[in-house]
């Protein structure tokens, strides 16, 4: 991990992982989290060749706060990314509250992405009013952390508060307890395991400076993204499993039809964890197909 300074004085928590040099696929981490990219994902991408790129959002682990960011806003921290790594173009996925990030990259830097994944990733609150029950089927942890932060920032805070402690020293076998509500049954076995440990020290990386990235994730999506989804002219790719219970099916059945051409894989049987597993070698394949068209 390194600290790239920004040209307005903002630092990136910046990590790259894989192969020391060559193409790259970049990685956009979910809510709460840190740059920490799951080893499936470092592991699938080496196996092409690829880097993988990935830091933290602002006012998550050491990157600086942006108050009042909105998801458009890490289209230009992706360019800046980059740009100081000498990449002219790349490949990347946004898993959980990375999905929308993504989405903003391919639509605001399309020359710089040839072609993204959203994978298990939240659709709009705003702009998916009328059409979306958004609600409907999460767990009922993620009901009550998005009825808080409907309510606005002081109401989040204060809801989130209580676990912000619990995620700063967080180990892999305490998080089924702590997320219980969020977890079906094909989740929880990988919990203990290796992807748990990576997923409890994202988790532990992230709060260690405070709450504001997760703050501030909700509040932007839950407020208008700032880009158009019908615009993005680069392939997407839709990955949702059926029995998630963090961003429910109905969210990627969704942007499939908000966003034109995108290509579905929709996959019964998962969950919103076992979709990083065992999905990590055909997502990046899939990825590196599409980008070359």
């Known amino acids: 991990m390194t600290d790239l300074v920004l040209a307005d004085g903002r630092v990136l928590d910046l990590r790259v992982a894989g192969p020391d040099s060559g193409p790259a696929l970049v990685y956009v981490h979910g809510t709460p989290s840190s740059g920490l990219a799951p080893d499936a994902i470092v ?20 990157s600086s706060r942006r108050i009042g960011r909105r998801v458009a806003d890490i289209a230009g921290d992706a360019e800046a990314v980059l740009d100081h790594l000498g990449l002219e173009s790349v490949v990347a996925v946004g898993w959980s509250g990375g999905g929308p990030h993504v989405l903003a990259c391919a639509a605001l830097a399309p020359q710089r992405f040839r072609a993204v994944a959203s994978l298990a990733g939240v659709a709009p609150y705003v702009e998916s009013r009328g ?3 958004w609600l409907a089927g999460m767990g009922q942890d993620n009901l009550e952390e998005f009825g808080a932060a409907l309510l606005g920032e002081h109401d989040l ?11 700063r020293s ?13 977890l079906p049954d094909v989740d929880r076995a990988f919990c203990t395991d290796a992807f748990g440990a990576g997923l409890a020290t994202s988790f532990r990386e992230a709060m260690s400076v405070g ?3 997760w703050v501030d994730d909700d509040l932007a999506f839950t407020a208008p993204w700032g880009f158009d989804l019908a615009s ?12 998630d219970l963090m961003v429910p099916f109905p969210h990627g059945q969704w942007l499939l039809d908000a966003v034109p051409g995108a290509m579905s894989h929709l996959l019964e049987g998962e969950g919103h964890l076992s979709v990083v597993v065992g999905q990590a070698e055909a997502l990046v394949a899939d990825l590196l197909d599409v980008g070359a068209a």
């Open 43 to 62: 592991e699938a991408a080496a196996a092409r060749g690829l880097r993988t790129v990935s830091w933290s959002r602002p006012g998550y682990s050491t």
């Open 131 to 133: 059409t979306l029950d």
């Open 157 to 167: 805070r204060a809801f989130l508060l209580p676990s912000l402690e619990t995620y």
């Open 170 to 182: 967080i180990s892999a076998d305490e998080i089924v307890d702590a997320i219980a509500s969020l």
């Open 211 to 213: 709450m504001d990235g």
């Open 232 to 243: 993005i002219p680069v392939p997407v790719s839709v990955w949702q499993g059926s029995t």
